[in-house]
């Protein structure tokens, strides 16, 4: 039988559609369509992705940063530990495979201390017997009750214990339950219960995570310094500038005051376009409340330039027309649509697949 190899790829169609041409008595000349250009990541928001060096010097565990999503697999029980039900019971270490309610999202608390949690968004604790369970939704980085110490192996980072809040490190039995009564001694051997393999499933590189992990003084510096392009950090925290709350650091208002002062560049032919948002997800975010943003946004766009406005349409939306009645009040307005299609590649897939973007997609 004749063996395929399948590979995933990715294409992102993006359509930019203006919908109004009406412009301003007084506009600055700017070049004729089409516009070919790049998008320049990593100026607006931290991505690590884009910029990994920003997280380079992290001195400890830079791979389990706040909001890394892992799984932990019993060595002994060969087992993956789950949340049952995802949550609001014990979690015992009995899954031969690892899906939703295996999968665990850290808490940073410091480099090697750490809060867990599960799918329904429970944190991992101790009951009266000081078996594993996650019952309570309820925590903060002081709530020694729900964090746990990450040991790594030297020699092999991924194995790790994890020392309980009662002092002793929890352990993998026999029966599919998770306790809190092994010893600190360990030959870190495979006969070890207390011993679990750990894997990184999911990881999460903003602006949180270097300013959590590298602390403020360090954090300061690095966003300072570490970023050589125009910063501009549009996020909630910028609302208490100049000391936001923790872990986030100063300077991102005073970044985005910078913006308006540079006014000069409103007028320049090379500004060609500002979006105001790229991919709002639909899942999270309604219609309503993304046109109101449109609305301000374009407003305050237009205090300083006629360049065209970019609103990016909802990420999984069902109806991909939906901001075209709303964009056409806008004068020199832009609809921006992206189309993701995953496509198997068996053989000369890839080239069909560019076909049919080129064809059929874009009549569409």
Sequence with gaps: MESFSYLLLLFLFSCLSPISESIKPT???????????????????????????????????????DGTQIHLKSITQN?????????????????????????????????????????????????DQARLVAVSTSTDDSDSSKTFELVRNDDDPNRIRLKAPNGSFLQANSDGSVTANHPEDTNWGDDDPSVFLLNVVGQLQGEFQVTNDYGHDKASSVMTNGITVVRIQVGWWIMFEPNPPSPFVGGSLQALDNVVNWAEYASRS????????????????????????????YNAVRNHTDAYVIMSNRLLTVDPTELVKFASGFARSVIDVHFYNLLGIIKNMMEVGIDWEKKGQVSE
């Design 27 to 65: 506009t600055t000349r700017r070049p004729p369509r089409p516009v070919k250009g790049v998008n320049l990541g990593g100026w607006l928001v931290t991505e690590g992705w884009i910029t990994p060096n920003l997280f380079d010097e992290i001195p400890v565990n830079k791979d389990l940063l």
């Design 79 to 127: 087992n993956f530990f789950c949340a049952e039900n995802g949550g609001g019971s014990v979690v015992n270490a009995n899954r031969p495979s690892a899906f939703f309610w295996e999968t665990f999202k850290l808490w940073r608390i410091t480099e090697s201390t750490f809060q867990f949690r599960v799918f329904n968004w429970q944190f991992f604790g101790l009951d």
């Design 270 to 297: 090379g500004l060609y376009a500002i979006e105001l948002i790229n991919e709002p997800l639909a899942l999270g975010v309604t219609l309503d409340s993304l046109e109101r943003y449109y609305k301000a946004g």
